[in-house]
């Protein structure tokens, strides 16, 4: 859920609408997504979680700093879905982004403070609540999953 560099980090799971922050953690070298308003509690994401950027997407890019004008870093996109990439691999980063022109992008490359939202979590990921009527009354099923 979480790239391996935040184990050591408070994490919990992204719900749909969560309100992000591109972030590095304490003690830890990796960054991640936290919660508007929680800098110190990772949120961890599923793959097949999509996000929607507040504004076009920035990574860390060397020539973005020495020549920010020419738009080094930037990526003209505000949707990705996130992944798991490298997982054969045990001691390299996983989280990645992907967008729809196909550019995919280590999360922990995102340059700090920037905004996003939960669109939408992976099918089968999310309790289900509805209500059944048998002959005894009406029936709620609660956190029963997806299928």
Wanted: aromatic fraction near 6%; glycine fraction near 8%; hydrophobic fraction near 40%.
């Amino acid at each position: 859920m979480c790239d391996y560099s935040l184990h050591a980090v408070e994490t919990r799971p992204a719900a749909i609408g969560d309100k992000l922050v591109s972030a590095s953690f304490t003690n830890c070298f990796t960054r991640g997504f936290a919660a508007a308003g929680q800098p110190d509690v990772a949120v961890c994401l599923l793959p097949g979680t999509e996000l929607a950027f507040a504004q076009d997407v920035e990574i860390d890019h060397g020539f973005g700093r020495l020549l920010p004008s020419l738009g080094f870093g930037r990526i003209p996109e505000r949707v990705a879905r996130f992944r798991k990439i490298n997982t054969a691999e045990l001691d390299v980063h996983h989280d990645a982004l992907e967008f729809p022109s196909g550019r995919v992008v280590l999360v922990t490359r995102l340059c700090e403070g920037q905004a996003a939202t939960v669109l939408q979590l992976p099918a089968g990921s999310q309790p289900v609540r509805e209500e059944q009527t048998t002959a005894a009354g009406p029936v709620t099923l609660q956190d029963a999953p997806i299928v």
